[in-house]
């Protein structure tokens, strides 16, 4: 006698829903013994996982307390680079409903961390595809958006007197549409926005671009407002042999790539600047001499009636070198301490068309030998 179509359906819902419970047991165990596995085998690196969870109702799993860090080849000393507390791995429902089967990842109070002659500058490039190819483990989709809320990037060098340790703090960062499954066409389908504080001060950062372009393809503006100079009195006194007594730092720079050529200028501003100080008098001599020419250098350069120094240096090329318009940069500086102040803020003078003017200049950028 055969059994009735509801009651197959319903033993049909019983095995599925008996699969689910099963995997969403076992899952867990054995996603988390790869990660692990997967992160302690890194070249150059080692990393662990704390644990981790499944939502297989949102086609989701999370990772808590995860951390890699940087390890010498000779030694096998670990020095701290990245750490992060939660991040969310899934698919990204919007796109979906578009159809668009992509990935969506979000971090939770990430911590990324240079340290001098432990990961060098010139290495991020190559740590970069390192953590890309991880993240293809970890994420089969493409990733279209992720966001990070909470984070900071630290740079520490224990090697200089006294030791550096400079950060950014409260980084929020969103990117979106990295795979163009919306405005497909436009010409800087993608976006990023990244919002960060340091030393009293704020960083902005905004980003169109189009990710998928063969060369890079952009335009960017940054700036930083209201950073308090002598909170980096470290820095100055590692690097430049001198602290300084009063001041507020800003940046401002916008740069545009198209066609493997590049435009764009940075414009830094020092208000206020006092390097010597009461707090100077015990000094000795010499440093006190030294202090006392960076002071009046400053002097000099400030534009009397707005009491900033600020230049505004030129940068354009293609990818593979730099031109640095060092003339330009010099009659800026003069114009600016003579004639005018520079308006503190960006000129909104660059954009996608800006890189077009540019032929035949070699620019900071060296080519992917892929």
Sequence with gaps: MRKPRWKKSYSILLVIILILVV???????????????????????????????????????????????????????????????????????RALLRGALVGELVFQSPKLVFTKEKAELDEVAADTTDFRELLKDFMPLQVNRFEVFNGSIHYADSTSTPVVAISMENTHIIAENLTNTTDQREKLPSSIVAR???????????????ALAEHPTFDLTAEIEGANLPDLNDFFKAYGKFDISQGTFGLYSEFAADGGNYKGYVKPIIKDLEVVGLEDRNESF??????????????????PKEEQVATRVPIEGSFGGTDILIWEAIWQILRNAFVQALIPQVDHAIDIGSPKAVSGREGI?????S
């Design 365 to 369: 950028f060296q080519p992917d030998p």
């Design 23 to 93: 995997a969403r047991i076992l899952l867990p165990g054995i996603v988390l013994r790869y990660a692990n596995r997967a992160l302690a085998n890194l070249e150059n690196y080692y990393g662990q996982v704390s644990d981790i969870d499944i939502a297989l109702y949102r086609g989701a799993y999370q990772l808590d307390e995860l951390y890699i860090n940087k390890v010498d080849s000779a030694s096998g000393e670990h020095t701290e680079f990245f750490s992060v507390s939660h991040v969310d791995l899934s698919i990204e429902w």
């Design 196 to 210: 960060a504080q340091a030393y009293g001060g704020t960083l902005a950062l905004d980003v169109q671009l189009d």
């Design 286 to 303: 010499f440093q006190r001499a030294k202090e006392a020419i960076v002071d009046l250098v400053g002097a000099i350069l400030e534009n």
